[in-house]
């Protein structure tokens, strides 16, 4: 498995193995049913729990040990028939064979294996057809799909488009094309916008959803082309590119097949998937928790905000997400109406020295309700409806404001290639005495390149600390 495809292909496997599961469970379950009529009788047999059993294994071993569904994505509706019916056969004879060791096959019913053989067959091949066209037809349609940007030349951009389609990937999109030998901006090829040349590529780019950048610049001066990797890689965009570059480091980097070109994967980061699995899980666990207590606070809350000044209890506003995505965020009004429109007068008085960060103490934009809100970081948790819905992780970095965004150059942009979070690196070390947004930039990036799942439970347990002695909040 090539390392530019980790997520996408434990994704595909562990769903699959997933499916297939349900699908053994319900056919042998409806097998059972239609030959004693009663469900909870057979599986009272001993023999009959066991089958089921071995089912379930032999399922898991086979999707683990002979990967029956790499390429699955790939496969016509025929090839699809035919992949599914090898593995119902194969499990078939695995369970016929393991019956005749045993000494168990004569008190076994055949009736029951033709049952759970045509109904597996139907309703894995059903089921797999109809993931299939989600995962194409939805998921690489959605906000959560790879953006992809085609870094390239106009001769080699059609053919370029047309591969990639027909590779039929489904964790990724076109989301933009860059033509880098002639200015094209606002034309379209292939039914993919052109927005920059070779003059507006990264001030364009850093501003765009953008996850990864196929690059194929045969022309091109390869001192150029590594310059435009780095600035990829600074921005913490994965980068691919087309052919041998011998004059970059390789070291710790990937070779390997993008929509069957070669390529040569580039990334300052390599995250193990399966830990950004569990990650998420927690954050819905977490998010589904704080959700609710906030539901239980927000009453309460509400009437304190009401009381002290006139406006919506909830204030909301658009921030930047992992690699550039647009969301909005959510919090408990703790700040007068006129807010924003007085934080041009306040400038001044930002205790930021870069003005890349708005901070400032005895803030007078700050209501007596949302001073409170602020020390206890109250007027955070509805920000779990975010962390719910996946625009936010519970542990990450801060989401900036779009103006704040605006100002990023390549590396501060690199912050923002994972998802942002409730509280972070930042906001427990540095939160209260960091007055340069490089220092931020810094403490961000630490606990990118440091990251696991027990860095994450010691910033949240740091974070009750820090709540709690109300440290740093302005």
Not at 392 to 413: A, C, H, I, K, W
Not at 454 to 465: E, F, S
Request: glycine share 6%; aromatic share 12%; charged share 25%.
């Amino acid at each position: 498995m090539h390392a530019i495809n980790r997520k996408g292909r434990l994704i595909e496997t562990y769903s699959l193995i997933l499916i297939d599961l349900l699908c053994v469970a319900a056919s042998y379950s409806l097998a059972l049913i239609l030959r004693f009529r009663d469900l909870h009788a057979a599986l009272d047999n001993p023999l009959h729990f066991t089958v089921g059993f071995y089912m379930m294994l032999l399922c898991v071993l086979y999707g683990v040990m002979l990967d029956w569904n790499r390429g699955m994505f790939r496969r016509g509706y025929f090839r699809e028939a035919v992949a599914v019916a090898k593995y119902d056969f194969v499990m078939m004879m695995a369970i016929v064979v393991i019956l005749y060791v045993t000494k168990q096959a004569g008190d076994y019913s055949r009736l029951t294996f033709g049952y759970f053989t045509i109904a597996n067959f139907v309703l894995t091949y059903v089921t797999q057809c109809a993931f299939k066209g989600f995962m194409l037809n939805y998921y690489r349609r959605s906000q959560s799909a790879d953006q992809l940007m085609i870094v390239t030349e106009k001769a080699y951009a059609a053919d370029i488009i047309k591969k990639i389609r027909e590779y039929r990937d489904w964790n990724y999109r076109i989301r933009a094309l860059a033509i880098m030998d002639e200015d094209m901006t606002g034309e379209e090829i292939a039914g993919v916008k052109v927005v920059c040349d070779k003059e507006t590529l990264f001030d364009v780019s850093r501003q765009m959803p953008m996850d990864q950048v196929f690059m194929y610049l045969p022309s091109a001066d390869i001192k150029k082309v590594r310059e435009y990797i780095v600035d990829f890689e600074t921005m913490g965009v994965i980068v691919h590119y087309n052919v041998e570059i011998r004059e970059l480091n390789l070291e710790g980097k990937s070779a390997g097949s993008f929509a069957d070109y070669s390529v040569m994967t580039f990334s300052l980061q390599y995250l193990d998937y399966r830990r950004i699995l569990v990650k998420r899980v927690i954050d819905i666990i977490g998010g589904l928790l704080g959700s609710l207590l906030t539901i239980l606070l927000t009453p309460f809350i509400a009437i304190c905000i009401k009381l002290e000044s006139k406006g919506p209890v909830f204030f909301s506003q658009v921030r930047i997400g992992k690699n550039g995505r647009r969301f909005k965020i959510y919090k408990f009004r703790s700040m007068y109406m006129d807010a924003e429109e007085r934080k041009k007068e306040l400038a001044a008085e930002n205790e930021m020295d870069d003005n890349l960060m708005f901070k400032m103490e005895n803030d007078p934009r700050i209501t007596h309700v949302g001073k409170f809100l602020r020390k206890t970081s109250l007027d955070e948790f509805p920000q779990f409806f975010n962390v719910l819905r996946g625009d936010m992780s519970l542990v990450g970095t801060r989401p900036p404001t779009e103006d704040e965004f605006e100002q990023y150059n390549n590396y501060y942009r690199r912050r923002m290639s994972i998802t942002p979070g409730l509280t972070g690196m930042w906001q427990v070390k540095g939160r209260g005495i960091v007055t340069d947004f490089e220092d931020v930039v810094k403490y961000d990036l630490e606990y990118i390149d440091q990251w696991s799942l027990l860095l994450d439970v010691k910033l949240m347990l740091m974070t009750v600390g820090v709540v709690l002695f109300g440290r740093g909040s302005k």
